[in-house]
């Protein structure tokens, strides 16, 4: 039986097994079995020399953002008039066959913008070679859901196929710490009550991922499938952006009848073609990416207050490290942070330290000999 085979009769029994407390249990080990053979199923063993175009992207600028969706929904026209990039429009499907790169600068930011090729149902088992599309939108920092006025019935399949390739939309990272031994069995502790899974349910499901002695603190009030999630340690948490396009083509009750099937998620009506809201657009980016400013300042001088650098919230000293040098992560002694982030003024912090908005910084590196 072929893993694709095995996926169907999990799901089958899935679907047909009546959730209670006493089947708990057994849904579980069903669901861990499940998302073992899909993550399989996306990275094959000895799979890296597989034929055919390649979607990696290098990252550049203060954030990477992606537009996904279904072919001929207006993404390349979007991209071209938000950004400096030439993405081929055409009024038929899949004119893009390869993750165009776009660079916007909007509010002293950098925002680099990614047309992907139009994904359909089933990509992300690989029809239209959609997973690997999908598998190149894993590391953005924000999901742009692009979907035509006429079709927001997309937006759920969207979801679906992104779910299948490991990325959670709009989810944080649930607080789960998992920590192996040797011997001993495991040891389970949480630090609030659990409503939707027992003990049972998670040895079941770490059984099923050969974790049999092992401290688990769990300080979330997590299901099965969160805690399947953080034993993989495969998935991106990435918000959402919904972008409804063709406004221009709608009447008022169509336009209504999609901002009800959206709901409450972050959205904008645009209109590429007519060049309607796009300067919402951009602010709703920038706005839901959550940047924020920080302030530099070198040892034994003042803080640059004309130039900050824009970075991402929860950015982490490391991760402006990153930005600054490739080598100052390497040479890192200290850092010291005045602002709402700091204990108190100038105080002394390490790599993992999280800043806030309005933050000045000092990195203290190593001299070079």
């Known amino acids: 039986m072929g893993v694709q085979e095995e996926i169907k009769k999990l799901e089958d029994e899935l679907l047909h097994t009546q959730y209670n407390k006493a089947t708990q249990k057994h849904i579980g080990r069903l669901k861990a079995k499940l998302a073992k053979l899909r993550d399989e199923q996306q990275n094959p063993k000895g799979s890296g020399g597989a034929s055919g175009p390649s979607y990696a992207v290098r990252k550049t600028g203060d954030a990477t953002v992606a537009f996904v969706g279904f072919p001929s929904v207006g993404k390349s026209t ?188 972050p959205h904008v009506f645009v209109s590429g073609h007519k060049e309607i809201n796009l300067e919402e657009l951009k602010d709703k980016i920038f706005e839901t990416l959550g940047f924020i400013k920080l302030y530099l300042k070198p040892q034994g001088k003042k803080a640059d207050v004309e130039e900050p650098l824009i970075i991402l919230k929860n950015s982490t000293v490391e991760d402006v490290c990153n930005r600054l040098h490739r080598d100052f992560v390497k040479n890192f002694r200290y850092a010291l942070v005045w602002g709402n982030s700091a204990k108190h003024p100038g105080q002394r912090v390490g790599l993992d330290h999280v800043l806030k908005d309005e933050d000045i910084l000092t990195i203290v590196v190593k001299r070079s000999l």
């Open 78 to 265: 979007l991209l071209n008039k938000i950004t400096n990039a030439n993405s081929e429009v055409g009024a038929y499907a899949f004119t893009t066959l390869t993750i165009i790169p776009g660079l916007m600068e909007h509010k002293g930011a950098k925002i680099q913008v990614l047309d992907a090729p139009g994904i359909i149902s089933g990509a992300s088992f690989g029809r239209g070679r959609g997973s690997e599309v999908l598998a190149a939108v894993r590391n953005v920092d924000l999901v742009m859901l692009v979907v035509d006025v006429f079709s927001p019935e997309h937006i759920p399949i969207l979801e679906k196929e992104l779910s299948n390739v490991g990325i959670r939309l709009d989810q944080e990272k649930p607080d789960v710490k998992i920590e192996k031994h040797d011997r001993g069995g495991l040891s389970i502790n949480t630090t609030v009550p659990l409503t939707k899974i027992d003990d049972e349910t998670i040895a079941a499901i770490l059984g099923e991922h050969r974790i049999h002695n092992a401290g688990v603190l769990i300080r979330d009030d997590i299901d099965a499938d969160q805690l399947i999630d953080v034993v993989l340690d495969s998935r991106s948490y990435i918000p959402t952006l919904v972008i409804v396009n063709k406004i221009d083509l709608a009447d008022e009750p169509n336009l209504k009848k999609t901002e009800v099937a959206i709901g409450n998620r």
